[in-house]
C-alpha cells in the first residue's frame, strides 16, 4: 500500500501518469503493475508509461498522453513541432490526435504499438534549444516557431507568430533572429513573408485571420485593439481592429471569449456605446474567415457608407 501510494503521489503531479521506471522506484515490482493492469485500475497509455486510478477517471488528459509518449521513446525524446506549441500554449494550428516528437537517430522508428498517433520526427535539436514545459521536454517556444514557419502556411503561420508575440514567449528581437536560422532551408523565402506580417497585439488565432482578410482584400486597418474614448476621456470599449477615420470597427467573436451571457451583455453594452458615439462595428466569426472576400467587401462597405453624401 505505501508503493502504490507513493506511486500516486509520483503521478498526482504528472497528469496521472507514472513510468515502469518510477513505478520500480516507488516500491512496486513488475508483477504488481501488471496485475494492476488487468485489473483494470492502472491503463496502459504508452510503452511502459501507465495512468494511475484509471477507474476513477474518464481517460487521461490530452497532456496526459503527450507525456506518456515522450516518456516511451527514452530520455532522448523531445515534443516537437505542433505538439511543442501546444504544451506552450501557442495558438494557430488545427486541433489533432497526433503527437509530434523527434527522436535520436538510432531510437528513431515508426509508431509503437498502442501508439498509432505518434509520429516521429528526426530533427537536429541542440540542448538549449529544450526546455521542460511541466516536466515534458519540448523545444523552446522560438524553435518551435521556426520549425513550424517553414512547414506551415501562411495564416496558420502568421496565427502562430501572434500568439507567441502575445503571450510573452517570444519578443520582436527574437523572431529578427529567424531569418538567419532559416536561411537556406525550404520553406525560407515564404516565411520571412510571415515573419514580416506579424503583429502582437493580436490576441487570438481569428483576429488574425480577420486581420489578413483585410490585408488580402485591401482594406488593412491602420490600428489593432483600438481603444476608442468619448470627449472627457472615458473608455467606450476597444475595437480588435479599427479604421479611425471612417469610424469602423471590426470584432472577431470567438466562441470562448463571447459566449457566456455576461460577455453577451458586455458586448452588447460595450456596441451601444461605441454606436451611439458614431462607429459603425462589425463582428466576425471563424466560419467568415473561411471566404476570401466577405470580411474585405463588408469592411469596404462600411467604410463607404460613413462618407457623407455629396
Known amino acids: 500500500m505505501d508503493a502504490l501510494n ?7 503531479v504528472r497528469d496521472g501518469i507514472v513510468t515502469l521506471e518510477q513505478a520500480r522506484a516507488a516500491g512496486l515490482t513488475v508483477h504488481e503493475v501488471q496485475r494492476l493492469c488487468r485489473t483494470g485500475r492502472w491503463q496502459v497509455i504508452a510503452r511502459t508509461s ?5 477507474e476513477l477517471q474518464d481517460g487521461p488528459s490530452r497532456r496526459a ?4 509518449a515522450v516518456a516511451s521513446f527514452g530520455p532522448g525524446a523531445v515534443a516537437v513541432l505542433a505538439t511543442a506549441a501546444e504544451l506552450h500554449g501557442i495558438a494557430g494550428l488545427r486541433s489533432t490526435d497526433e503527437i509530434h516528437l523527434s527522436v535520436p537517430g538510432p531510437l528513431a522508428r515508426p509508431a509503437r504499438a498502442g501508439q498509432p498517433d505518434v509520429v516521429v520526427h528526426q530533427l537536429a535539436i541542440a540542448p538549449e534549444q529544450v ?10 517556444p522560438l524553435r518551435t516557431l521556426t520549425d513550424l514557419v517553414l ?3 501562411r495564416y496558420p503561420a502568421v496565427c502562430l507568430l501572434d500568439s507567441a508575440l502575445n503571450r510573452g514567449l517570444v519578443s520582436g528581437e ?6 538567419g536560422l532559416i536561411r537556406g532551408r525550404r520553406g525560407a523565402v515564404a516565411a520571412r513573408g510571415y515573419l514580416a506580417e506579424a503583429d502582437g497585439r493580436a490576441q487570438s488565432p481569428l483576429e488574425t485571420r480577420t486581420r489578413l482578410r483585410c490585408v488580402d482584400g485591401r482594406v488593412p486597418p491602420d490600428a489593432l485593439q ?7 476621456g472615458y473608455l467606450l470599449g476597444v475595437g480588435d481592429l479599427g479604421w479611425r477615420r471612417p469610424k469602423v470597427i471590426a470584432e472577431a467573436d470567438g466562441r470562448g471569449a463571447h459566449d457566456s451571457p455576461h460577455a453577451v451583455f458586455a458586448d452588447r453594452r460595450r456596441q451601444n456605446r461605441l454606436v451611439n458615439a458614431g462607429w459603425t462595428v462589425l463582428r466576425f466569426t471563424w466560419a467568415d474567415t473561411l471566404r476570401p472576400d466577405y470580411i474585405p467587401w463588408t469592411v469596404r462597405q462600411a467604410i463607404a457608407a460613413s462618407r457623407p453624401a455629396r
Open 174 to 179: 527574437d523572431l529578427l533572429r529567424v531569418p
Open 6 to 12: 507513493a506511486a500516486r503521489r509520483i503521478a498526482a
Open 226 to 232: 483600438l481603444a476608442v474614448r468619448d470627449d472627457d
Open 50 to 54: 501507465y495512468l494511475v486510478d484509471a
Open 65 to 68: 498522453r503527450i507525456r506518456a
Open 151 to 153: 512547414r506551415e502556411e
Open 131 to 140: 526546455d521542460l514545459v511541466q516536466g515534458v521536454a519540448a523545444t523552446r
